[in-house]
């Protein structure tokens, strides 16, 4: 699909370039070498600016400058605008972080399966619970990823009063990465009071959530704050974007007050060491599966789930999307070309579970 349009496959490989930066560690401290997608992406940004007549970025620093002050839309690229708005950029004009857009035209455009990222993200954790062959652990490191999405020394410790983190020592360490510096001011880091996760320096004496959830339901307060020398470690960007913020909606769904009043029903989370995000199984043993899709492009979800072929889940979307977008349902469905009823809200999937323990003659 996006090697059918060209300058969609651009502008996803320029997104690919900033997300391939950012693991390197800071979007605005560059040393050669390059990573070789970087080199190949300037080269043909400037083609594509020299044969349109247009001014190019003189470097890889002007070309992420571009992406930090120039809408899409904006660039001599011909992007579609049913896909694109004009204030949709690739880094945020505030804080100067990887938009979720951004990362969005990154995986979209670098996995077969975008959709089934979050089990591959996991893939490095499966082999070490593999050999304890215990689904438990596993749903219990996806607990613990979730509410200590940042760690330092101090937590390691606390935590290691309740929770048994010993047999996950190494799987912890290959997923967390030392904070970057991006993330200090004056020798300090702070957290979002609502995500656990880092927050961005925004001007003068402001911090951001790099999360929208928590921007745009007005939850983005500042919660924890560290020395930027207390070893200070977080979960990687594709992490917290694919993996934890569907995570902490998948919990939601499975302790709503609906679905536990609900008689001989269980939900169960992560089946088959995160094959899904939440199976439902009534007491008849009917199943559904569900998995939490939590995109900020539409379009692009569209796209992304015409990819992975998976036509018998059900996709929920956060309901924050919902309501900030009420088309946003309508956009995934046109242009993943599918079937309407497997895309739903949190709270269009309630009454569906609702809906299905009736007819199995469990509920009024």
Not at 99 to 116: D, H, I
Not at 226 to 249: K, T
Not at 281 to 301: C, G, I, K, Q, S
Request: charged share 25%; hydrophobic share 40%; with cysteine.
């Amino acid at each position: 699909m996006m090697s059918e349009d060209a300058d969609l496959q651009l502008i996803s490989d320029v997104a690919r370039t900033l997300v391939a930066l950012d693991e390197i560690d800071d979007l605005l401290s560059f040393r050669l070498p390059y990573p070789p997608i970087a080199q190949r992406t300037l080269d043909r940004i400037v083609l594509t600016c020299l044969v349109d007549e247009a001014t190019p970025p003189g470097s890889l620093p002007g070309l992420v400058k571009w992406c930090h002050e120039r809408p899409l839309l904006k660039w001599p690229l011909d992007l579609p605008p049913e896909v694109f708005s004009e204030k949709s950029l690739l880094l945020d004009p505030s804080s100067g972080v990887l938009t979720e857009l951004c990362v969005e035209l990154a995986q979209l455009a670098g996995s077969r399966s975008p959709l089934g990222e979050a089990a591959a993200i996991m893939n490095d954790a499966k082999p070490g619970l593999a050999r304890q062959e215990n689904q438990e652990d596993y749903c219990q490191l996806r607990r613990f990823l979730i509410d200590y999405p940042v760690l330092d020394n101090e937590v390691m410790r606390q935590v290691g009063f309740t929770v048994d983190v010993g047999r996950f020592d190494e799987l912890l360490n290959s997923l967390y990465q030392p904070a970057s510096a991006r993330y200090e001011r004056d020798g300090g880091l702070i957290s979002c009071r609502e995500c656990g996760d880092l927050m961005a320096p925004v001007g003068d004496d402001d911090w951001s959530c790099e999360r929208e959830a928590c921007r745009r339901t007005g939850r983005e307060e500042i919660g924890r704050i560290w020395l930027a020398s207390e070893n200070v470690r977080h979960l990687p960007r594709r992490h917290r974007q694919f993996v934890g913020g569907p995570a902490r909606v998948a919990i939601r769904l499975a302790g709503h007050p609906a679905l536990l009043a609900m008689p001989g029903l269980r939900a169960d989370l992560w089946p088959g060491f995160g094959e899904y995000d939440l199976r439902i199984t009534t007491p008849d043993d009917v199943e559904a599966t569900v998995r939490v899709v939590d995109w900020h492009n539409p379009a692009l979800l569209g796209m992304a789930s015409r990819e992975s072929g998976d036509r018998q889940t059900l996709h929920v979307i956060p309901d924050y999307r919902i309501d900030q977008d009420p088309n946003y349902i309508a956009t995934v469905v046109r242009w993943d070309g599918g079937d309407a009823t497997r895309f739903c809200s949190e709270s269009e999937v309630i009454r569906r579970i609702q809906d299905l323990h009736r007819k199995g003659g469990h509920g009024a």
